[in-house]
């Protein structure tokens, strides 16, 4: 199992640029969740998705959109991007009615110019 | 009121010494615990998880305190490898939008 995947690793981009993130899960994982991580900051949930077809805004979604459209794949989507998104994103997903442990991609580290 | 509250540390401390990490979370009604290590630039991975009896895993020992509403994570005999932050975890309820982060607690373990 690859476990959670994310692309891309590294992403500069300019403000007012749109682009997705993408994530993956191969656990058949009901949860998956997307995070933000700035110094100082912890971990701010973004958007989250309780199963394919369902989303829902988290601490911190303005500026962002998600889909579900598969158990697998839940990509983010930066739709104007602001430096205040420069951050390390972070896609998580967990099974067992939410309250078991949760795995995490290996992070997207945006630069918004 | 953050849900979740931790000492952002650093703690610095030298090999096999013992070291100690509080969290507080401000919700009674929380369900379940879990400590979190996050390495430098990686993502957050699984520590252990805080049941109400404690649990210990090795050198590591994990307890909950409902009625002060913390939990705590002891590491014995710190190795230079235990060098992460560590992040605390609580759950309200079933849900992923029930999920709470503390900040973490930075520790360097020094030879």
């Known amino acids: 199992n690859a476990g959670v995947t994310q692309t891309p690793k590294f992403q500069v981009l300019k403000t007012g640029q749109s682009m997705t993130l993408q994530c993956a899960q191969d656990?058949?994982?009901?949860?998956m969740s997307w995070y933000r991580q700035d110094p100082g900051m912890g971990l701010r949930l973004i958007h989250y998705?309780?199963?394919?077809?369902?989303?829902d805004q988290g601490e911190v979604p303005n500026g962002y959109n998600v889909s579900r459209s598969t158990t697998e794949d839940f990509p983010l989507r930066l739709l104007s991007a602001a430096p205040s998104q420069t951050s390390v994103y972070f896609c998580?997903?967990?099974?067992?009615?939410?309250?078991?442990?949760?795995?995490f991609g290996p992070g997207t580290r945006l630069t918004v110019l | 009121r953050k849900e979740v509250e931790q000492d952002p540390g650093p703690f610095n401390v030298p090999e096999g010494a013992t070291v100690a990490f509080n969290c507080t979370y401000s919700n009674s009604a929380s369900q379940s615990f879990f400590w979190y290590r996050q390495d430098c630039r990686k993502e957050p991975k699984l520590l252990m998880s805080?049941?109400?009896s404690g649990n210990e895993d090795g050198r590591f020992t994990a307890q909950l305190n409902r009625a002060s509403q913390y939990i705590s994570l002891l590491i014995r005999d710190s190795k230079l490898s235990d060098s992460a932050t560590y992040l605390c975890v609580v759950i309200l309820k079933t849900g992923a939008n029930n999920l709470f982060f503390g900040t973490g607690t930075r520790l360097t373990v020094i030879p």
């Open positions: 656990m058949n994982h009901e949860y």
């Open positions: 805080v049941y109400s």
């Open positions: 998705s309780v199963g394919a077809g369902i989303t």
């Open positions: 998580a997903s967990t099974g067992g009615g939410g309250y078991n442990e949760q795995f």
